[in-house]
């Protein structure tokens, strides 16, 4: 009799991951920091809105033109594009995914309870719902200029005045990006715990730059608006 | 002291249980919560009434039995098992709120008891190590470094009660699993089973039903033997390094 041979293929790399709830947690992880650290350099470009239309203009076509003459016009700006689109489904789902499996797992609510987490970290499941609508908005209002008022191709300081001019959009605007600065706050170091990078030495740095980066970003974005609003920028 | 008790009863798993008011009088500050329990038992059991179902078991803040919801927070005000806390850590005329642990996971069975033999389940998974049984090893036969002792020993205090589920808003059992991984795989004796023992452990707490992860940290603030929040991020290491290490080495 010939012995029995092993069909049973060992589960793939991704598909265990995304099973299980730690694995899940590493793909918002990894997620997260791709979109934080583009976040950093757009606020470094945003901030060139202060130096006038000019040099405004010419970041946003450069922007086309990166990796020329090895890549073709548009090109790294699509790849960009991609990696985004692609971190924020998977962010987006995982989050879906989990949070529902996180409320089937308390489905009977404590007659009386002690609130002790931190408002940041309370606020993530609703404050990334008002972010992922916030980038549906952001991307027809500047990037496909759908609904923005001046709507100019190749004009991104006239657009964004224009947009900006709008009251009930500065006001969601800065709302937005307080969302987003209480996201980091727990975001960053939860990355940093979810990816097995904490540890109780480092904790303290983890938390402090997770602050000093929500600080920043939120302050980096909201100039922005309060620069038109102000018309330090117009 | 005369207190107010707002309860948990219900009959049994199957049935609806309600929050239910009664008053106890004469409580001396040093009795402990479940003394205090056995008192108004004693008052039930006389008036022919059901007396409260609770676990409990060794009262000395080592088993890991005891354990209820007071006023909201696992095991009460004070950082200890419920059979450690002291009535007077509560003052003449509170209303104190009593429920059983919430959780998917940990079906009431009873008033304040629930059935916590997911726990179990996760242990039998991963949460020891395959050793030749026979006579005992010398204890220097294998070195292990002080430090590494002392964390391996400090992840073991786990008693297993529960609170941190109860304490988590997602009914997670990630500080209690983390605790064993990161107790058995820092140390020699589990290293040849470190990777293994991570994966079947996460997986066994996900079919469990127990929630995941959020960072709230409620776990880590409510847990009697202060089982660290470092703890989950080292779990999370070891999952990630095992996962990429291509599992479970079969």
Not at chain 2, 3 to 28: D, F, H, K
Request: glycine share 10%; charged share 20%; hydrophobic share 45%.
């Amino acid at each position: 009799m010939a012995l029995a041979t092993r069909t049973d293929r060992p589960p793939s790399l991704i598909g265990s991951v995304w099973r299980s709830t730690v694995g899940k947690k590493a793909v918002m992880a990894v997620t997260g920091m791709i979109m934080l650290a583009y976040l950093v350099a757009h606020v470094v470009g945003n901030l060139k809105v202060f130096f006038g239309a000019g040099e405004f203009n010419h970041y946003g076509h450069w922007i086309r033109t990166v990796g020329e003459p090895f890549l073709h016009y548009e090109w790294f700006l699509w790849m960009a594009r991609a990696a985004l689109g692609t971190a924020v489904v998977l962010h987006g789902v995982a989050a879906y995914q989990l949070s529902r499996r996180d409320l089937a797992a308390r489905p009977q609510k404590y007659a009386r309870k002690r609130q002790r987490a931190s408002y940041a970290t309370r606020t993530m499941r609703w404050g990334g719902v008002i972010l992922g609508l916030f980038i549906v908005w952001h991307v027809l209002d500047l990037t496909t200029l759908t609904v923005n008022p001046n709507a100019e191709e190749g004009r991104p300081y006239e657009n964004l005045v224009a947009s900006l001019d709008r009251p009930a959009v500065t006001a969601f605007y800065i709302a937005a990006m307080l969302a987003l600065g209480l996201h980091i706050r727990h975001g960053f170091w939860s990355a940093a715990q979810t990816l097995g990078a904490n540890s109780a030495r480092r904790e303290r740095v983890l938390k402090f730059l997770a602050d000093a980066l929500a600080l920043v970003l939120t302050c980096g974005f909201i100039a922005v608006p309060v620069g038109v609003l102000t018309g330090v920028v117009s | 002291m005369d207190l107010t008790l707002r309860i948990w009863r219900q009959r049994n798993a199957g049935e609806p249980g309600a929050m239910t008011t009664y008053r106890v009088t004469g409580i001396s500050e040093d009795m402990s919560f479940l003394e205090m329990l056995d008192h108004l038992n004693e008052e039930l059991i006389l008036a022919g009434d059901e007396p409260v179902a609770f676990d409990h078991d060794c009262r000395e803040g080592i088993c890991g039995a005891c354990g209820m919801v007071i006023n909201g927070q696992a095991h009460g005000p004070e950082r200890t098992t419920t059979c450690q806390l002291h009535m007077r850590h509560f003052a003449d005329g509170d209303t104190i709120d009593v429920e059983p642990w919430r959780a998917a996971a940990f079906p009431v069975v009873k008033d304040l008891v629930v059935d916590r033999s997911a726990f179990d389940r996760i242990i039998g998974s991963g949460g020891y190590v395959s050793a030749p049984t026979g006579s005992a090893p010398d204890a220097h036969a294998t070195p292990v470094p002080k430090p590494v002792a002392d964390l391996a020993f400090e992840h073991a205090e786990c008693i297993g009660c529960g609170a941190c589920v109860a304490a988590c808003p997602n009914g997670s059992a990630m500080l209690f699993t983390s605790a064993k991984v990161v107790h058995l795989n820092v140390l020699p004796q589990g290293a040849p089973e470190r990777e293994s023992r991570v994966l079947d452990m996460v997986e066994t707490m996900d079919d469990q039903g127990f929630g995941g992860c959020t960072n709230t940290g409620e776990c880590a603030v409510a847990c009697p033997k202060g089982i660290p929040l470092t703890a989950i991020g080292a779990m999370n290491r070891e999952y990630l390094r095992a996962t990429l290490k291509g599992g479970r080495r079969r």
